[in-house]
Each structure stands twice: as C-alpha cells, then as structure tokens.
C-alpha cells in the first residue's frame, strides 16, 4: 500500500537490508548482528530513537532472517542462531515501529532461475 505524504506528512519508511549482503556483514557473527539489532545494541536503540523522534509513525521494510553462511560458521548451533536473529529483529522491529513488512522469495531449483527472476 502506498501511503501518500501529503495526507500523513510524519510518516516515514525505513527499509532494511538484510545483513548479507557486505563484507562487514559477512565477517560478523550471527551473535553480533543478534546484539547489533536487540534494543540496547546499536541497531536496535538507533531505530528506537528514530521511532521515538517521529512518535513510532514508520514502518520498516523488506526484512529477511537471511544470515551469510560466515555469518553461521561460527556458531555453535547456527539453526539456533538464525531462528534468534529473526525472533529479535521481529521483536525491535515490533517495539520500535507502526509494523514491517517480512521479505519472502521462493525459488524453484531449476536450471534456468533467471526466468524466474
């Protein structure tokens, strides 16, 4: 749903990417992005005082639970590990903001995945 700025002029989107994506992300452990994005890490109290300043009138978008395989390598119980990421960002994201909206793509194993893009 597009939301038009003139009818809300304080609402605002955030979009998040997923933690995959550069080599920072990659070389931090899914324990750390886990602390990064809890409310006392540096993620999470910057979204809580973006939300505060705009009086929780913000959603963020496009999040995902995906984690880089580095990212899980060292973690003891990497399933675990994943399934805490998502259950704390899901969490901020709740405390922080009016809602987010969760990123899901299912592919196909195929040959030809382009296509499917």
């Known amino acids: 749903m597009c939301v038009p700025q003139a009818l809300y002029p304080s609402f605002q989107l955030i979009t998040l990417a997923d933690f995959v994506f550069t080599p920072q992300d990659n070389s931090e452990s899914a324990s750390s992005h886990i602390t990064d994005l809890s409310l006392a890490g540096s993620v999470g109290s910057a979204?809580?005082?973006?939300?505060?300043g705009l009086n929780g009138n913000f959603i963020i978008g496009e999040w995902s639970c995906a984690l880089s395989d580095d990212s899980l390598s060292v973690e003891e119980d990497p399933i675990s590990s994943r399934?805490?990421?998502?259950?704390v960002q899901e969490q901020t994201y709740r405390d922080v903001s009016s809602g987010s909206t969760f990123w899901s793509k299912q592919f196909q194993a195929?040959?030809?995945?382009?296509?499917?893009?």
Request: hydrophobic share 55%.
């Open 47 to 52: 979204l809580m005082n973006a939300g505060m």
């Open 83 to 87: 399934k805490l990421f998502c259950d």
């Open 110 to 117: 195929t040959s030809d995945l382009a296509l499917q893009l």
